[in-house]
């Protein structure tokens, strides 16, 4: 689920998006918690609760991730994919190709660290939880 959402990044510049993918992220995420009090579940400990609101972690990562390149750039960034800018299901990119170098940076880090927190934080709850 959070390599999806990744590619669809730009819609969350979008404060209004960026709400409701948190709302719908986080409905997801108490699944895994009804899953965790029902014991309805064949994972051990509170894995249902880390595997369920990655999601929900991934989007807020990625959302800091842009406003922390922004403020220490000075210059928006814009996901870049097999040789283009991609653009969100709900917003255009207005990237400029000119900038390659930055954007491929920029596109690593929201790719690489919301998915090694998260794997941390599988790897972790398998660990001191089970």
């Known amino acids: 689920m959070n390599i999806i959402i990744t590619p669809f990044n730009e819609d969350l510049k979008d404060d209004k998006i960026f709400k409701r993918y948190s709302k719908i992220s986080f409905a997801i995420g108490l699944i895994g918690v ?37 403020k220490l750039t000075k210059k928006e960034g814009f996901f870049y994919s097999r040789g283009n800018l991609e653009d969100g299901i709900y917003t ?6 000119n900038e390659v ?30």
């Open 101 to 130: 170098g930055y954007y491929k940076r920029y596109s690593f880090f929201l790719i690489a660290i919301p998915s090694l927190l998260i794997l941390t934080l599988l790897i972790l709850a398998r660990e001191f939880l089970c």
């Open 92 to 97: 255009k990119n207005n990237g400029n190709l």
């Open 34 to 70: 009804i899953m965790v009090l029902t014991d309805w579940n064949h994972l051990c400990g509170l894995e249902p609760v880390v595997i369920t609101f990655s999601l929900f972690i991934n989007i807020h990562i990625i959302k800091l991730i842009m406003n922390l390149s922004f």
